[in-house]
């Protein structure tokens, strides 16, 4: 390599002339630094080695992390890593903090992790690259030290925090199992979805069964909401919602906590009551949703409560398909009738015929209630 008119300014030294490609590689908007080829004040390569620093590393890391949940501390907030051990953090949080000098190419690392003590991770670091043309290596150690701590949203389950409550009642009854655990599925399905996205503030604080329901304290107003109007899309109802000032934040601005009373209808599907001023024959429930549905258990036919009773029309309970007994089918007299042996005395008794009913069957279930004697749907065949 020739030699160039240029003289190291440190040394002395003449400076070899390079290629285009050494002389471009790094010289935008450096011209005056001596460290990168291509300068007007070039090292040469001698001295540019004595200040050359391969990486720059902390001489420690220390890394926050939740006992509880692993989240890890990054800056002003804790963040969930999804790391499956310590180490795993202790790999990421190093490879973020270490730095390559820029005018290395060809960059190749590894990291070997020394685990030396339950709170200590040593981390060594390997590197090699090239620079100048000239191969280079280094070798650093950083220690990792672990503390272990609460982040904010554990620390708000252990202490029992919650921002809303959501009352889980029916009107003048008391809520099913089945609408108490599916209140429960939506609680947590909602908190989980809520988790998926990143949100650190979703959490199911408590869920406590009561003699007259269920009670659903929540993280925020937002769960709670999201939990109220599902139970109300999937069972009818109504909710109300009301707000109680708690505290001030740390700001002065007032912090509310917000009950959200779910009523759900007096009925069920499933339910077979008798409505008051009707001489049409027992409803057999199939939806309380909206305006309440169903079928008539004399005839089979639809029907749906007008807007002003919506849900809960006045009537009286007779019974559930499950409180239906098996009897059997004397004779077929027309289409509006079939004679049916009562469970209870065992005589023929001639009653009404609904459309569901099947004419070859053997046997029906029946409900005896004081609306009298009525086949109901086999609900086998659904």
């Known amino acids: 390599m020739s030699k160039s008119r240029a003289f190291c300014p440190r040394c002395g030294d003449a400076i070899p002339e390079r290629s285009a490609s050494d002389a471009d590689g790094g ?8 460290l990168r080829p291509g300068s007007e004040v070039e090292l040469c390569d001698s001295c540019y080695f004595e200040d050359f620093d391969f990486v720059d590393a902390p001489d420690r890391i220390d890394v926050r992390v939740c006992s509880r949940c692993g989240a890890v501390h990054r800056g002003k907030r804790w963040v969930d890593v999804g790391a499956e051990d310590y180490t795993d953090i202790a790999i990421e949080e190093v490879s973020e903090a270490l730095a390559v000098h820029v005018d ?32 280079v290596d280094e070798q650093v150690t950083v220690p990792v030290k672990i503390s272990r701590q609460t982040c904010t949203r554990c620390g708000r389950i252990a202490g029992d925090y919650y921002a ?19 209140a429960k599925e939506i609680a947590n399905g909602i908190v989980a979805d809520m988790e998926a996205t990143g949100d650190r503030n979703a959490f199911v604080t408590e869920i406590g069964e009561i ?32 707000e109680t000032l708690v505290t001030e934040d740390e700001d002065g601005n007032e912090v509310y906590r917000v009950t959200f009373a779910v009523r759900l209808p007096p009925y069920t599907p499933g339910d077979v009551i008798d409505l008051d001023e009707d001489d049409s024959g027992p409803v057999i ?6 305006n309440l549905k169903g079928v008539r258990a004399t005839t089979g036919e639809r029907y749906e409560a007008g807007y002003e009773a919506g849900n809960s029309p006045d009537a009286r309970k007779l019974g559930e398909l499950e409180d239906a007994v098996e009897t059997t089918v004397v004779t077929v007299e027309d289409d509006n009738a079939v004679q049916v042996l009562d469970p209870e005395t065992y005589q023929a008794k001639t009653v009404s015929r609904p459309d569901y009913f099947d004419p070859d069957a053997e046997t029906v279930p029946v409900l005896k209630s004081r609306a009298g004697l009525h086949i109901l749907p086999d609900e086998r065949d659904d």
């Not at 009107?171 to 599916?182: A, G, L, Q, S």
């Not at 429930?285 to 909206?290: E, I, L, Q």
């Open 27 to 34: 010289a935008g908007g450096h011209a005056n630094d001596p």
């Open 104 to 135: 290395v190419e060809d960059v190749a690392w590894q990291i070997d992790p020394e685990q030396v003590d339950q709170n200590t991770i040593r981390m060594h670091c390997y590197f090699t690259g090239v620079v100048r043309g000239t191969p």
């Open 164 to 182: 809303s409550v959501v009352q889980i009642r029916a009107e003048d009854r008391t809520p099913t199992t089945d609408e108490t655990e599916r």
């Open 211 to 242: 003699d007259d329901g269920l009670n659903i304290k929540v993280s925020t107003n937002k769960i709670g909401k999201k939990i109220a109007n599902k139970m109300i899309e999937e069972f009818g109802g109504t909710v109300n919602d009301a």
């Open 285 to 290: 429930v199939r939806s309380a949703r909206g």
